[in-house]
Nanobody, 123 residues
Framework: QAHLVESGGGLVQAGGSLTLSCAAS????????MGWFRQAPGKEREFVGT????????SLADAVKHRFLVFRGNDKNTVLLQMKNLKPEDTAVYYC????????????????WGQGTQVTVSS
């Protein structure tokens, strides 16, 4: 059974940085698109960014484009989200996700989801 497990969340001051990691187990995701979504309190889950199966970055949401980077680990079974210049509006539960097709990631319909990790940005 495949699992995605996020780590690296926490509390950070505005302007600070965090890097989230997502490790896959139970199967290999080296041929899958992997990326990140987030859900803020009282809001719907939204797309943050995704890599293609090749490992290269595919796309990032406009709200984070110049502050966040999404990239794969060397084994391609991990995906990371490097976040800089964090803002209070980035406070959310961040979810790792994976799907065979990158279009499913962009559309918010990935097959696999992690349990999420909380990121809180204080002002």
């Amino acid at each position: 059974q495949a699992h995605l497990v996020e780590s690296g969340g926490g509390l950070v001051q505005a302007g600070g940085s965090l890097t989230l990691s997502c490790a896959a187990s139970g199967r290999t995701f080296s041929s899958y698109a992997m990326g990140w979504f987030r859900q803020a309190p009282g809001k719907e889950r939204e797309f943050v960014g995704t890599t293609r199966w090749s490992g290269e970055t595919d796309s990032l949401a406009d709200a984070v484009k110049h502050r966040f980077l999404v990239f794969r680990g060397n084994d391609k079974n991990t995906v990371l989200l490097q976040m800089k210049n964090l803002k209070p509006e980035d406070t959310a539960v961040y979810y790792c996700a994976a799907d065979r097709y990158v279009v499913s990631m962009r559309d918010g319909r990935p097959e696999y989801w992690g349990q999420g990790t909380q990121v809180t940005v204080s002002s």
